[in-house]
């Protein structure tokens, strides 16, 4: 398990929330446009970003 010190468990926690807004913002705009082409990029934006938070989570869970 990796240990974190309280400095990195509240960066850990800003870049966290910061990655889940960013996933519901792209997730918003995927839904709301018309142009199919665009709409895909978004869609593969927001799993990039829900990728990343995911990844950061699990160090929360002592996981790499």
């Known amino acids: 398990m990796t ?3 309280a400095k990195d468990l509240d960066v850990l926690s800003h ?3 910061g990655e ?6 792209a997730r918003v ?3 709301t446009l018309t142009d199919a082409a665009l709409a ?3 869609n ?7 990728e990343r938070f995911n990844r950061l989570f699990s160090i ?3 996981g790499k």
Not at 20 to 25: H, L
Not at 44 to 50: D, S, T
């Open 44 to 50: 593969e934006i927001a799993c990039a970003h829900e």
């Open 3 to 5: 240990n974190l010190t």
């Open 29 to 31: 705009y995927a839904n």
């Open 40 to 42: 895909q990029e978004m």
């Open 15 to 17: 870049v966290l929330t």
């Open 20 to 25: 889940e807004i960013a996933c519901k913002k």
């Open 60 to 62: 929360l869970n002592g």
